[in-house]
Every structure is written in C-alpha cells, then in structure tokens.
C-alpha cells in the first residue's frame, strides 16, 4: 500500500521544470519541486531548536551546491538529509521521503521525533538511515528488508515494539536495534548473524547471540484406551501360607531401605563434617566468614536458592567457587560490603553481601533479582547471579576496573594529579542521564527506579586518556528494604521529599542526579545527611543558587575546568539544569528524557565549537 502511495504521488508531480530568477545571478537550469515540497512537508510539521522557516526557502539544491541546512546536493538532487541534534520534534509526515528518491542518507539523531518510523519504500539509492536517540514507536517496517542499498541501519534508543524483521541484506554493515521494547526471536539470516549482541540488546529479543529462546513444551501424547480385561469367572484364592510369606517379604525389605538411608545420612554428615575446616580456611583468605560458611550448609531447601545466572558470557560457577576465590573489599556502603571476587576460572566478579534485608521472604528476594537481572543498557553495571538463603543474600555483578566517580572527581587533589577535563566530564554525566533514564523507563512500577544515585556508585570504565565509560551500579534495592529507617540512608535521604515526608517519586532520583552535576561542575564534595537529622546544612545546591542569583557563576567552576574558558557557557548551561533538577518542588524538576536530550545537545554544540 506504501509502494502504491509513493508511485501515485510521484506520478502526480512533474519531475522538473525550468527556472530562472531576473534577481539572482545564478541561472537555476532545473530543480525538482517533489523534492523541494517534500522538505517543506517536514519543515511545517516539525518544530526544532534552528529556524528551518527562514533558511528552507528557495530551490534546495543548485548544481551540487545547497544553502539549506542539513541538506546535500548532487546534479540538483537532495542526495544527504541530515538533521542531528537540533531538539527536532514532532511526527514525520507520512510517505514524504518517497519524492527524495535519489536519497542516500538520512538521519535524524538525537531528537525528540515521535510517532511511526518513516516510509522508505522506493528509495533504491538509501544506504544510511541513522534514528537512534529519538522517540520512534511502533514496528520496524518490514519493508526496510527490501532496500537493496541498505548499510547502515540504526534505531537504538527509542520505543519500537514487535519482532526485528529478517535483514539479510549483503551490503549491511552496521546494524543496531538495541534498547526499545522489541520482542520475540532474532531471525537466523545470515547478515543479523555478523552482528553482536549489543546490537539486539531488548529484555524480550532472545536467539543468537543473546540466551537461548525457551523451546515451547511438547503437546501432550494421545494414549490409546487401557483394554478392558473381562473379568474372571472363577476366583482362586491363595492359600494361608501364601500370604504370610508375603508379609514377611514385605517387611524385611521395608527395614532393610530404612536401615540403608540412615547409613548413606551418617556416611553424608561425616563428609560435610571434614569439610568445616577447608571453609574456615577460605573464611580467613578473604570475604567469606563463618556466618556465610553456616548459610551455604542450609539443608531446607525452603531457605536457600542456588546460585541463578543471568549473563551467558560469563563462565557457570558455583558457591563453593565463589567461597574457594581469593578476593579483596572494593567498599563499604549503606547496603553493604562489596568484594572483587578472582575465580580459578581467571573470571573476576564484584559480589556484595547484602544487610538489612534478613526479612524478606525468597519469593521477594528472587522476584526482584530477577527483575533487575535482566535489564541490559551499556550505562548500568550488569547483575551475573544471585545467591539466597535466610541469614545470607549475595548479589554477583560484573567487575568494572577502574574505581568510581567519586574517586576521579576528588582523589589525590593537588600537585601531581591529572585533571579530568571539562570534555570527559560532560560525557561522563551523559553516560549517567543515559542510564538513568533508561532504568526509569524499564521500572514504570518502581516508585524511585534507582534510589541510591551518588558519585561513588558510578563506576568508570577507562578506555584511554581523559576517555571514559561510565556505569550505574547499587540500582533496585529500594523495594527490599524494611521500613523508611533504611531507606534514608541511600541517596534519596538528600531529597527534600524524603525528610518532610512526602510521597516519593522517581523525580527523588532527578535530584540525585542534580547533586551529581554540581559535583562534576564545581570539584566539591555534597554533604551528607545524617540518619535522623532533617537539616540539610551546607547544601551543594543551596550554595550554588546563592552563587548564581550574586552573579558569581563563574566562581562556582571548579578550578581544574575554569581554564577551559570556551566551555564557560556550556558549563553554566549545565549548571542550569542541574538546578532545575534539584529544585525543591518534585514537580518542577524535568524528566530525565528531557534531561538527556538537553546533555546531549550541549554535547553536540560543544564538540562543533572545538
């Protein structure tokens, strides 16, 4: 129907006519007005932090030359679309590429486009469809199969839903659909099969290279009906004897598998006997102690679940391989110790033991482990296993090398240190809004998806010099915890809901995530809140409030960044929004969906201006 739609408006469109201007000096030879009302389509529907309203007018393209912004040109045709960043927003009209045949790129990166994905139908010549970062929803078209061009195709972060149809085009080459709410199996074609398992990360899309899809159950067999056996006329009766020695037989053999069980029991508690010894050895090379040895011992089955495991990559282990592993503490926190855990396998895991959740029952404990299990984005440290018992509750992550936030911004201050510059601050915040956002859009039931957002717990990936990839860890936990006693000892004690007692929100994380930018922006170190004092004294954002309303702006910058004097006005941008996040009304902070694309487009004007 789209195939017939972009023929019959093509056809109602002369291809070229004509033009020359008495004004200009140019003398236009032709141009192609379906291309050029298609774009002024887009123009009036769509809304955009650039005035395409004044630089779209006039002929799009001359010879191979075009002044319209995010338009390129060949032999008089728009042969490049591309409109990143520039807070684009609205629905796409419909079939309003299908005029632009001689299209090769298109893309519209990091906006804030809703609705359907475009229709593409028609477009031979299309090598580069580029849609991530936006707010696309609905199916993958299927008849993006059929572009035989095709060689980059990316629609990551955004809200599509149904199955990812079956690419088996030759010429793909890059290809992501991660992060949407796609469902179902990944198509075995050949093309999908080069791809990683990044490029398909959704918590429903199974098949390689993700988990295995379950194989759904045989139906039941059909048995025939159990012949019907005539009764017997005579009965014969079996003598005294007879039945007697039945008896007999029947009870020797009942003592004698009575009497087998109780040695194969003593024969078992003997060996778990011996091995007390080898656990407390283990006790004192590391993180395990007695309290943990004793837990693995349980024999109800009611009070202790083994290890689960989420992440396929990873080498299977047991408890005992987790008890056997040498290790060292990574940090102590409000939830309890972590341990960077190196098993015989070479494999390395972070593993944190736990507190203050003894009362909860297993089905609790394992629903929400679960539910955390699965969530797969690039920006949250992922969760490998579980482990459950009633007095022991571990929770298996993977490890990430490089120390935390906190420990970038704020250790070793003074002579020697290497800075970290305004560039890889400014990434490293995007990386945390991207996490952040996504957890919020994962946990709709999750009243504070997060709870526990500080510096400390995000943790740094070094990829080189000033480069850096930064992961959110110590997510979830809200829901296990007992009462509010608990719950003001995580991140979300700062908030000012919290200690007057209002309704909590995901907005709570917002503010953590404000108190974060301040950090990144100004060097200094939030203070905390003492469990059960409600004042906030020397507040970071209180300060930094003050700072701005006595246009001292520029004093609030930490001194390691205020020599990058062209990021001055990013940095106060950012500052923005950081009080806008930590603003003392819940309602007013923004979503972190706006807070993202705000990031991102700072981001953006920031790498043009170097």
Known sequence: MNFILCVFLAAALPLHFPLTSPVSSFHFNEYYPGERDALLQLRNSMTSSFNL???????????????????????????????????????????????????????????????????????????SVLLSYNRFAGSIPSDYIELPSLQQLELQQNYLQGQIPPFNQSTLIDFNVSYNYLQGSIPE????????????????????????????????????????????????????????????????????????????????????????????????????????????????????????????????????????????????????????????????????????????????????????????????????????????????????????????????????????????????????????????????????????????????????????????????FLPLLPSKKYSQRLAIGRSPEFSSGKKLTHKADVYCFGIILLEVITGRIPSEVSPGNDEREDDLSDWVKTAVNNDWSTDILDVEIMATREGHDDMLKLTEIALECTDVAPEKRPKMTEVLRRIEEIEFNSRAKS
């Open 53 to 127: 309203h004044s630089n779209w007018t006039g002929p799009p393209c001359i010879g191979n030359l075009s002044r319209w912004f995010g338009v390129v040109c060949s032999d008089w045709h728009v042969t490049h679309l591309v409109l990143e960043g520039i807070q684009l927003s609205g629905s796409l009209p419909p079939a309003f590429l299908c005029h632009i045949t001689f299209l090769t790129t298109l893309s519209f990166t990091n906006n804030s486009i809703f609705g359907p994905l475009p229709n593409l139908t028609s477009l031979a010549h299309l090598q």
């Open 189 to 476: 074609t050949d093309v999908l099969r080069r791809f990683p398992e990044t490029s398909f990360s959704n918590l429903d899309v199974c098949g390689f290279p993700l988990k295995l899809c379950p194989v759904p159950p045989p139906p039941p067999a059909i048995l025939p009906p159990p012949p019907i056996i005539p009764p017997k006329d005579r009965k014969k009766k079996l003598p005294i004897w007879s039945i007697v020695s039945i008896a007999v037989a029947a009870a020797l053999i009942t003592f004698l598998l009575a009497f087998i069980c109780f040695c194969c029991y003593k024969q078992a508690h003997k060996k778990e006997t011996a091995k007390e010894p080898e656990a407390g050895a283990t006790s004192s090379a590391g993180w395990t102690d007695k309290k943990l040895t004793l837990s693995q011992r349980t024999e109800d089955p009611e009070r202790r679940v083994e290890l689960e495991f989420f992440d396929r990559n990873i080498p299977v282990f047991d408890l005992d391989d987790l008890l056997r592993s040498s290790a060292e503490v990574l940090g102590k926190g409000k939830l309890g110790t972590t341990y960077k855990s190196n098993l015989e396998s070479n494999a390395v895991v972070a593993v944190k033991r736990v507190k203050n959740m003894n009362c909860l029952s297993k089905k609790e404990f394992i629903q929400q482990m679960q539910l955390l299990g699965k969530l797969r984005h690039e920006n949250l440290v992922h969760i490998i296993s579980f482990y459950y018992s009633k007095e022991e509750k571990l929770v298996i992550y993977e490890y990430v090398p490089n120390g935390n936030l906190f420990e970038l911004l704020h250790d070793n201050r003074g002579v020697g240190r290497v800075p970290l510059n305004w560039a890889a601050r400014l990434s490293v915040v995007k990386d945390v809004a991207r996490g952040l956002a996504f957890l919020h859009r994962s946990l709709p039931s999750h009243k504070v998806p997060h709870a526990n957002l500080k510096s400390s717990n995000v943790l740094i990936h070094q990829n080189g010099p000033q480069s850096y990839r930064s992961k959110l860890t110590n997510y979830g």
